[in-house]
């Protein structure tokens, strides 16, 4: 639905009147504690102290008799004699948001039908039976409306947001009594707010989103337990003028991210890797396929898109350099498309000492990345130094809330795969990522550098440079990295195991069960598998055939269409589905084969390095106890 022009633009002088002034007695939390009046050496105060002892009864009245005048208090920040640009935009972004906020409020008693049961209220006519309703909409409403006002001032002055941050802690004067009420409440703690943190404009404007935001926070966590809050959390409006959705209690965001500073690497550049390289290369063109006006990919409705993948590699195989390649080639078909790009990756700076904010931080990242008006591509390097393993008492909590979070992200009972985004894990130890995490990740790119003495050539020439005359000699460059012809190769040699462990379970399931060729025994297989290894569980079967499906969907759509958006990134939704379904290829049984031999290596593989690193761990200890108890022992016989 749309929040009309007209609609927020009549509120303007209600919100303008409260900037200007009003008065607030807060009725939850403590204002400052008045300054000390500067007197007379030898002069006591006449003025009696009294602090009433009656549980909510509040004496105090507001810091400044006037009342609040957040106007006087943004002005005062570093003034000098007129508003700056950056204070302006402040007092615009608040009048802004308060009007949108009473818009909003309007929409909500108009679907409700509070609006109806307020003019009987204030006629008089209100029925004995409709009051409880009529208080529990009032409450209802407050929550619509302070959720509202602190998301569209954290969406508004989010383009004014520097480095500086600000923590004003918990937002206290939450008022459900009706919705005007409420905003005095949240504009009386904001002006207090400013006055003790807003030492100057770059902390004026942190300390303003700081405020939004939790204030939006503590009416999400208010409305769990609150009635009547269902039409305005189950709907989302647009504010077109700001690009600004409203979904619910959910904070909007810009479509758009932050401009990307990483070195982009071309497709040539990433020698080896064939496999990973070649579903970087589809997993990039896939992302743009994406419908914005539908909010799905039809690659995510056919079957065949990745939403979680893990790179795993020993260190220096080239994962950075896959990371840049994918970045680089997502954010130039979406230049080219016209299309909001954002990355980030979640790195060790997120993993925080307080209680809670690793987990905040993890799904803060988690909601940049999904947003649905954007395409999305979010990172984890080195996931095994950020996620915790559970079990492992080296782990700190922080590192097990992000855990938390991923795994609930990833697969959790409220994952929506849209398919405008994608997420990659990458490890130099995935041995020591959390099993069941390790598990969410759909796909699997084993990044092992460099392989034939064709690649170590390529290589060579590729980071020499070109300040040397040394001739190539007998070699077709870059022939190797033909990305066609060295994925089929590497996609063959997945039809027979590669670890010991499971090339025994192979050998042994053939030998009983005869070629793997239908699917009673493609089943027997994996259940030999599991029987081999217990960590090998359904979540896995689900892996392999969705990488079955990216199998058939074996085939990477046109540069031209990338290059071209009318030829297919701009077609209706429709179009896009029976264009795509046209260049599918069936399933057959060597694909299969292949998959479950591709996924379970890795899981052997995993599992194998798992094993040795706690039997390792553990032999340490023991000799460790062995040596403290020799000491022990000299100690007292000396």
Same mark, same amino acid.
């Given at each position: 639905?749309?929040?009309?022009?007209?609609?927020?633009?009549?509120?303007?002088? %209600?919100?303008?009147?409260?900037?200007?002034?009003?008065?607030?007695?807060?009725?939850?939390?403590?204002?400052?504690?008045?300054?000390?009046? @500067?007197?007379?050496?030898?002069?006591?105060?006449?003025?009696?102290?009294?602090?009433?002892?009656?549980?909510?009864?509040?004496?105090?009245?507001?810091?400044?008799? @006037?009342?609040?005048?957040?106007?006087?208090?943004?002005?005062?920040? @570093?003034?000098?004699?007129?508003?700056?640009?950056?204070?302006?935009?402040?007092?615009?972004?608040?009048?802004?948001?308060?009007?949108?906020?009473?818009?909003?409020?309007?929409?909500?008693?108009?679907?409700?039908?509070?609006?109806?049961?307020?003019?009987?209220?204030?006629?008089?006519?209100?029925?004995?039976?409709?009051?409880?309703?009529?208080?529990?909409?009032?409450?209802?409403?407050?929550?619509?409306?302070?959720?509202?006002?602190?998301?569209?001032?954290?969406?508004?002055?989010?383009?004014?947001?520097?480095?500086?941050?600000?923590?004003?802690?918990?937002?206290?004067?939450?008022?459900?009594?009706?919705?005007?009420?409420?905003?005095?409440?949240?504009?009386?703690?904001?002006?207090?707010?400013?006055?003790?943190?807003?030492?100057?404009?770059?902390?004026?404007?942190?300390?303003?989103?700081?405020?939004?935001?939790?204030?939006?926070?503590?009416?999400?966590?208010?409305?769990?337990?609150?009635?009547?809050?269902?039409?305005?959390?189950?709907?989302?409006?647009?504010? @077109?003028?700001?690009?600004?959705?409203?979904?619910?209690?959910?904070?909007?965001?810009?479509?758009? #991210?932050?401009?990307? $500073?990483?070195?982009?690497?071309?497709?040539?550049?990433?020698?080896?890797?064939?496999?990973?390289?070649?579903?970087?290369?589809?997993?990039?063109?896939?992302?743009? %396929?994406?419908?914005?006006?539908?909010?799905?990919?039809?690659?995510?409705?056919?079957?065949?898109?990745?939403? $979680?993948?893990? #790179?795993?590699?020993?260190?220096?195989?080239?994962?950075?350099?896959?990371?840049?390649?994918?970045?680089?080639?997502?954010?130039?078909?979406?230049?080219?498309?016209?299309?909001?790009?954002?990355?980030?990756?979640?790195? $060790?700076?997120?993993?925080?000492?307080?209680?809670?904010?690793?987990?905040?931080?993890?799904?803060?990242?988690?909601?940049?990345?999904?947003?649905?008006?954007?395409?999305?591509?979010?990172?984890?390097?080195?996931?095994?130094?950020?996620?915790?393993?559970?079990?492992?008492?080296?782990?700190?909590?922080?590192?097990?809330?992000?855990?938390?979070?991923?795994?609930?992200?990833?697969?959790?009972?409220?994952?929506?795969?849209?398919?405008?985004?994608?997420?990659?894990?990458?490890?130099?130890?995935?041995?020591?990522?959390?099993?069941?995490?390790?598990?969410?990740?759909?796909?699997?790119?084993?990044?092992?550098?460099?392989?034939?003495?064709?690649?170590?050539?390529?290589?060579?020439?590729?980071?020499?440079?070109?300040?040397?005359?040394?001739?190539?000699?007998?070699?077709?460059?870059?022939?190797?990295?033909?990305?066609?012809?060295?994925?089929?190769?590497?996609?063959?040699?997945?039809?027979?195991?590669?670890?010991? #462990?499971?090339?025994?379970?192979?050998?042994?399931?053939?030998?009983?069960?005869?070629?793997?060729?239908?699917?009673?025994?493609?089943?027997?297989?994996?259940?030999?598998?599991?029987?081999?290894?217990?960590?090998?569980?359904?979540?896995?079967?689900?892996?392999?055939?969705?990488?079955?499906?990216?199998?058939?969907?074996?085939?990477?759509?046109?540069?031209?269409?990338?290059?071209?958006?009318?030829?297919?990134?701009?077609?209706?939704?429709?179009?896009?589905?029976?264009?795509?379904?046209?260049?599918?290829?069936?399933?057959?049984?060597?694909?299969?084969?292949?998959?479950?031999?591709?996924?379970?290596?890795?899981?052997?593989?995993?599992?194998?390095?798992?094993?040795?690193?706690?039997?390792?761990?553990?032999?340490?200890?023991?000799?460790?106890?062995?040596?403290?108890?020799?000491?022990?022992?000299?100690?007292?016989?000396?």
């Amino acid at each position: 639905m749309e929040l009309r022009e007209a609609d927020i633009r009549k509120h303007y002088p %209600a919100a303008l009147a409260m900037l200007q002034g009003l008065d607030h007695t807060p009725r939850v939390a403590v204002g400052q504690a008045p300054a000390p009046v @500067e007197r007379s050496p030898g002069v006591a105060s006449t003025a009696r102290r009294f602090r009433s002892t009656t549980p909510g009864l509040v004496t105090r009245s507001t810091l400044r008799p @006037e009342g609040v005048r957040l106007i006087e208090r943004v002005e005062a920040v @570093e003034a000098d004699g007129l508003p700056s640009p950056l204070q302006a935009s402040v007092l615009q972004g608040l009048r802004r948001a308060l009007a949108i906020a009473l818009a909003m409020g309007e929409q909500f008693c108009e679907a409700t039908g509070l609006d109806a049961m307020k003019r009987d209220n204030l006629a008089g006519s209100l029925a004995v039976a409709r009051k409880a309703g009529f208080s529990e909409l009032l409450a209802a409403e407050a929550l619509v409306v302070l959720s509202v006002f602190g998301n569209a001032l954290s969406f508004l002055l989010a383009a004014h947001a520097s480095e500086v941050t600000v923590d004003i802690g918990e937002v206290q004067e939450v008022l459900t009594d009706n919705a005007h009420l409420a905003l005095h409440g949240a504009l009386w703690e904001l002006d207090q707010d400013i006055a003790t943190h807003a030492s100057d404009e770059a902390r004026l404007v942190a300390c303003v989103l700081a405020y939004g935001e939790a204030l939006m926070g503590r009416a999400e966590m208010r409305s769990g337990g609150a009635a009547r809050v269902a039409p305005f959390a189950a709907a989302s409006w647009r504010v @077109e003028a700001d690009d600004m959705t409203i979904q619910g209690f959910a904070p909007s965001r810009r479509g758009n #991210g932050k401009p990307l $500073t990483m070195t982009f690497k071309q497709p040539n550049e990433v020698v080896g890797n064939h496999i990973a390289k070649y579903q970087a290369l589809r997993l990039a063109k896939m992302l743009m %396929a994406y419908d914005f006006d539908r909010r799905l990919n039809p690659f995510a409705e056919l079957g065949g898109f990745i939403f $979680t993948f893990m #790179g795993d590699g020993a260190p220096g195989t080239g994962k950075t350099t896959l990371i840049q390649m994918m970045a680089g080639l997502i954010s130039g078909y979406c230049e080219v498309a016209g299309y909001p790009f954002r990355y980030q990756n979640l790195s $060790t700076d997120n993993i925080d000492s307080y209680q809670g904010k690793s987990g905040q931080n993890a799904k803060a990242f988690i909601d940049t990345i999904i947003d649905p008006g954007v395409i999305g591509f979010g990172t984890i390097d080195d996931i095994d130094q950020l996620a915790g393993k559970r079990g492992d008492r080296q782990s700190s909590s922080g590192q097990l809330e992000i855990t938390a979070v991923l795994m609930e992200s990833f697969a959790g009972a409220n994952t929506v795969v849209r398919g405008n985004c994608t997420f990659g894990m990458f490890s130099n130890f995935p041995e020591n990522v959390d099993d069941a995490l390790r598990q969410r990740a759909g796909a699997r790119f084993l990044v092992d550098g460099p392989q034939t003495r064709e690649d170590y050539i390529d290589i060579l020439h590729l980071l020499i440079g070109k300040n040397h005359a040394i001739p190539l000699g007998d070699h077709v460059l870059f022939a190797a990295q033909e990305i066609k012809r060295a994925v089929a190769a590497s996609f063959q040699s997945h039809g027979r195991p590669k670890e010991d #462990g499971l090339l025994k379970v192979w050998e042994q399931t053939e030998a009983t069960i005869g070629t793997l060729d239908t699917i009673a025994k493609l089943g027997t297989y994996l259940k030999a598998i599991q029987q081999a290894d217990a960590r090998f569980t359904g979540r896995a079967i689900k892996n392999i055939t969705d990488a079955v499906k990216v199998r058939a969907m074996d085939f990477e759509l046109p540069d031209v269409w990338m290059e071209n958006p009318d030829l297919f990134l701009f077609k209706p939704y429709d179009d896009k589905v029976a264009m795509i379904r046209g260049m599918a290829q069936p399933i057959t049984v060597d694909m299969v084969v292949q998959e479950i031999n591709r996924y379970a290596d890795s899981e052997f593989r995993y599992a194998d390095k798992s094993d040795e690193v706690a039997i390792a761990d553990m032999v340490r200890e023991y000799g460790l106890t062995e040596e403290a108890k020799r000491r022990y022992l000299a100690g007292k016989g000396a």
